[in-house]
């Protein structure tokens, strides 16, 4: 009874795994054996451009891209998108695709898992992907889940940028930014300190922040492993106990936070002229924050 049992066994998952075959057969059995082989195919890429205007202050997204983005931002209303795909084979690309939804108001361009069959999934390598966007400075940006540098223009509404695997350097930010989760270095600019809070948290990488001429504000540090140093204008620092930095910019005012941070956090702010400092603080509501002990 046992043997008959076995014997039944057997036949059941040789059927499965010829099934199996035999659905793939169309689609993917030659890859299966190329990849099982290990042919050397080259490189395959594919590319798609889109275009869309957009309205004054969208939202655009960008997620779960394995590879770079780069945006560049100008006064346009339109939106120019260009995708770029590599990988050692044609079946390498079926494992994963770009899609882009798109209404007047909202963006996004994200990474999707593929149609690829089987084998493919289970052996190809996934192929490396780049997107570059032109886009209206007059955005809200949100751009997570990069497993590459992240490079943007100047963006005038709020910015968030989390869990990239790269270095990230933004022109300048003029309204709320968030940005934490960064495996790289870090270089924002920032062109005011409005009430909207500046934060940065879990950041393995140095940090260079770029604050305008005639900026006032405050810098809270804490958990750093690395210093605080500034360049420029009237910057005064307090260091405290256990990684902890109290800085401040000017005469003070709105607030920039920063945690969790494994490097080295560097103020760069030039020396304002008078007429830069009348400026910047007509468009700073300051407020004195107490430092807490």
């Given at each position: ?5 076995i014997i ?28 099982v ?10 590319e ?28 346009s209303?339109t ?10 084979s044609?079946e390498s ?14 963006l996004?361009i994200?990474?999707?898992q593929?149609s ?19 886009l209206?400075?007059?955005?809200a940006l949100?751009a997570?889940?990069?497993?590459g ?25 003029n ?28 950041i ?17 540090v ?7 140093v ?8 307090e ?20 945690k ?6 560097r ?9 830069a ?11 004195t ?5």
């Open positions: 009874m046992w043997k008959r049992l039944v066994t057997l036949l059941v998952i040789i059927a499965a795994v010829a099934g199996i075959v035999r659905s793939h057969k169309g689609a993917g059995l030659s890859d299966f054996k190329d990849l082989s290990h042919k050397a195919t080259g490189q395959t890429r594919d798609k451009r889109e275009s869309y205007e957009l309205a004054p202050g969208a939202r655009v997204e960008v997620f779960n891209i394995n590879g770079s983005v780069n945006i560049e931002t100008s006064d209303k939106a120019d998108i260009y995708i770029e795909r590599v990988g050692p044609a690309l079926d494992r994963r695709r770009i899609d882009i939804q798109y209404d007047s108001s909202t996004k994200f990474g999707s593929g690829a069959g089987f084998w493919t999934r289970l052996f190809a390598s996934n192929p490396t992907e780049r997107v570059t966007l032109k209206p400075r007059q955005i949100l997570k889940g990069i497993n540098p992240v490079v943007a223009g100047d963006v005038e509404g709020s910015l968030e940028v989390r869990g990239v695997n790269g270095r990230v350097q933004v022109g300048s930010a309204g709320s930014a968030d940005l934490r989760g960064i495996n790289g270095n870090v270089v924002l600019a920032l062109k005011q300190l409005n009430l909207d809070a500046v934060s940065l948290s879990g393995n990488g140095n940090i260079e922040l770029r604050l305008a001429a005639g900026v006032n504000g405050y810098l809270d804490k958990g750093i492993n690395g210093q605080l500034a360049e420029g204008a009237s910057v005064t620092i260091k405290g106990k256990r990684g902890r930095y109290w800085a401040q910019i000017g005469s003070g005012g709105n607030s920039i936070t920063a969790g941070i494994n490097g080295n956090i103020l760069k702010i030039p020396v304002a002229t008078p007429a400092t009348a400026e910047a603080e007509t468009k700073t509501a300051l407020v924050l107490p430092k807490e002990q």
